[in-house]
């Protein structure tokens, strides 16, 4: 799909690529049963694209959202993430790209003891930035604002909806600028008006910072605000 003209133009295009997947293979194994999810899949994006990769379930798209983010090991093929091949990380160089990447999960993954701004503050730590007390609190407020969760910045989980912890898992994914996001169906929980606000400030990221954003999900809601939309069928990347 083209560009959404209210958002922007990608300016990156010419850049080195965000993301290089090249003939990835995975197979699960267990209890001596053995099934291939992944079949020689093959796809580049580029800094500043926003990418919408979606499918039947089952199809591997999570399989191999998860082996871009480094959470699981390369079997097949080659992945190369923001210049780094990921097969020639050691447990250090997985953490260090990982922390360049924001992902949202479909599970929140919240800590239940953590405030919405303890949650967000523990996360800037991890992140390239070194913010005081202050600093920290005047991002979380400001990205909440920005997700129409202004007023839950010290509100514990068990206080959310649903579709504000989801809302949180974004800012959290957000907060420290990643220059790769990884999404699995992150507007799953929340109505078309949330759904197309927390899409629009993904895309603004995506297009003023020359953030990458792959984006799982089956919310045909928002695909007319990716730069592209891959099909996955039976673990293959269809024309």
């Known amino acids: 799909?083209?560009?959404?003209?209210?958002?922007?133009?990608?300016t990156f295009a010419d850049a080195t690529p965000a993301v290089a997947i090249r003939h990835v293979n995975y197979t699960y194994s267990a209890d001596r049963e053995h099934k291939q999810v992944l079949h020689d899949v093959s796809l580049t994006l580029k800094p500043g694209e926003?990418?919408?990769?979606?499918?039947?379930?089952?199809?591997?798209?999570?399989?191999?959202?998860?082996?871009?983010?480094?959470?699981?090991?390369?079997?097949?093929?080659?992945?190369?993430v923001l210049g780094t091949e990921l097969a020639r990380l050691n447990d250090s160089g997985q953490r260090n790209i990982r922390r360049k990447i924001g992902f949202i999960f479909?599970?929140?993954?919240?800590?239940?003891?953590?405030?919405?701004?303890?949650?967000?503050?523990?996360?800037?730590?991890?992140?390239?930035d070194m913010l005081s007390r202050a600093d920290a609190l005047e991002r979380a407020g400001t990205?909440?604002?920005?997700?129409?969760?202004?007023?839950?910045?010290?509100?514990?989980?068990?206080?959310?909806?649903?579709?504000?912890?989801?809302?949180?898992a974004i800012a959290r994914a957000l907060i420290?600028?990643?220059?790769?996001?990884?999404?699995?169906?992150?507007?799953?929980?929340?109505?078309?008006?949330?759904?197309?606000?927390?899409?629009?400030?993904?895309?603004?990221?995506?297009?003023?910072e020359g953030t990458t954003a792959l984006m799982v999900t089956h919310d045909t809601r928002i695909f007319g605000f990716a730069d592209r939309v891959v099909q996955m069928v039976d673990g293959q990347i269809t024309p």
């Open 50 to 80: 926003f990418v919408i990769l979606t499918g039947p379930s089952g199809a591997g798209k999570t399989t191999l959202l998860t082996l871009i983010g480094a959470l699981r090991a390369l079997q097949d093929g080659s992945i190369s």
């Open 106 to 128: 479909q599970e929140h993954n919240l800590f239940a003891a953590l405030t919405a701004f303890q949650t967000l503050w523990l996360t800037t730590e991890l992140g390239p």
């Open 176 to 208: 420290n600028s990643p220059a790769l996001i990884l999404a699995d169906e992150p507007t799953a929980s929340l109505d078309h008006a949330l759904s197309q606000l927390v899409i629009e400030l993904i895309r603004r990221r995506v297009k003023s």
């Open 1 to 10: 799909m083209g560009d959404n003209p209210r958002m922007g133009t990608p």
């Open 143 to 168: 990205l909440l604002s920005s997700l129409g969760m202004g007023e839950y910045l010290h509100a514990l989980p068990q206080a959310l909806s649903t579709g504000q912890k989801q809302r949180l």
